[in-house]
């Protein structure tokens, strides 16, 4: 942190009183936030107060001329992280997605909103297939907090799935929100790299793996490279490293497989031309909120 940004979290830190109104708390919050740059101040705020408090929206807003109390020292915590760049959901330590409560932690990265095209292209190529009942088998490379194969596996009631990370740390985190979403007796979590000492063949293949390269890592916002784990961004010298791990994985099955893979937004071709030259077909794509080309489907038909 920056010795102004510093400076603005003590401050930050020590502007909330018990005896304050939440209503007023939510404008100082917010007034903090905006004074040290911050994108989205009045959300950031809302959101930080709600989770604070265990209320909704509505809960906050009919609140809001009761004391603080006892959160008063939280929320001047909190506003101390998020000025100093720390996102939303870490300090909160959860995030919404596809409509379930993840649990997140520094061990795993923040999952992010646009990774939904990947769960919606799976789903659609699953439900076009009419295999929505069917007792599929699905592996996740990389699963980090588990939102792809908990999310599938909360979507598909007969599916089964495996999850694979470098880390163990991201591993429990997974098994974790596993049991918190009722399918932890589906999944098995094992610790490697990619698919290797993993024995198949799997229905569905889908991975959203790190995918920026090493030189751009240093010019992300602080709010990702500071607090994302460095393992779940750098995908080597030209960010398409562990892709080509993942092809040669799922060749070494001789299965045939669907595959939906989240893609960075300017490598959907590129990642395309790694699997086609293993003899995989582009079947699909999707777009994120932005527009761009967040996932690519493919099929491994042998
Ligand atoms: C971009 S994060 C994605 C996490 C989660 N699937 C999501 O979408 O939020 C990538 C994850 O892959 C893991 N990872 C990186 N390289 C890997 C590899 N070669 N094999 C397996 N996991 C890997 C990282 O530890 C990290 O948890």
């Given amino acids: ?5 510093q400076r603005a979290g003590n401050e930050a830190a020590s502007s909330f009183r018990p005896e304050m109104s939440l209503g007023e708390a939510l404008r100082v919050l917010t007034r903090l936030l905006t004074e040290a740059g911050l994108d989205t101040p009045q959300q950031d705020a809302r959101f930080l107060m709600q989770g604070l408090l265990g209320f909704d929206g509505a809960q906050l807003l009919s ?3 009761r004391p603080l109390g006892d959160a008063a020292g ?40 646009d990774t939904e095209a990947v769960v919606d292209l ?8 009419g295999l929505s009942e069917a007792p599929l088998t699905i592996a996740d490379i990389g699963t980090g907090s588990g939102i792809l194969i908990v999310t599938l596996l909360a979507e598909l009631p007969n599916a089964r799935g495996l999850a694979t990370d470098i880390s163990a740390a991201a591993l429990a985190v997974a098994r974790r929100n596993a049991e918190a979403l009722g399918v932890a007796a589906r999944i098995q979590f094992v610790a490697t790299t990619g698919l290797d000492g993993v024995s198949g063949p799997f229905d569905l293949v889908i991975s959203n793996p790190p995918y920026i390269s090493t030189e751009e890592i240093a010019a992300l916002e602080p709010d990702v490279k500071d607090f994302d784990p460095g393992q779940a961004l750098d995908g080597g010298v030209d960010g398409l490293r562990v892709y080509r791990e993942i092809a040669r994985n799922i060749m070494e099955l001789h299965a045939p497989s669907l595959v939906v893979l989240e ?3 300017t490598q959907a071709a590129e990642v395309e031309g ?7 077909q582009p079947i699909g794509r999707r777009q994120d909120l932005g527009g761009h080309t967040r996932a690519v489907a493919l099929e ?3």
Avoid: C, K
Wanted: glycine share 10%; net charge positive; no cysteine.
């Fill in 1 to 5: 942190m920056t010795m102004p940004a």
């Fill in 263 to 265: 893609v960075g937004a």
């Fill in 274 to 280: 790694i699997f086609s030259e293993s003899g995989a």
């Fill in 63 to 65: 609140r809001s001329g």
């Fill in 122 to 129: 799976a789903l659609d190529l699953i439900r076009s297939r």
């Fill in 300 to 302: 491994i038909h042998l």
């Fill in 74 to 113: 939280r929320i001047g915590e909190a506003a101390a992280r998020r000025i100093g760049h720390e996102p939303v959901s870490r300090i909160l330590g959860r995030r919404a997605f596809y409509g379930r409560d993840f649990i997140v932690t520094p061990d795993v990265l923040d999952p992010r909103p």
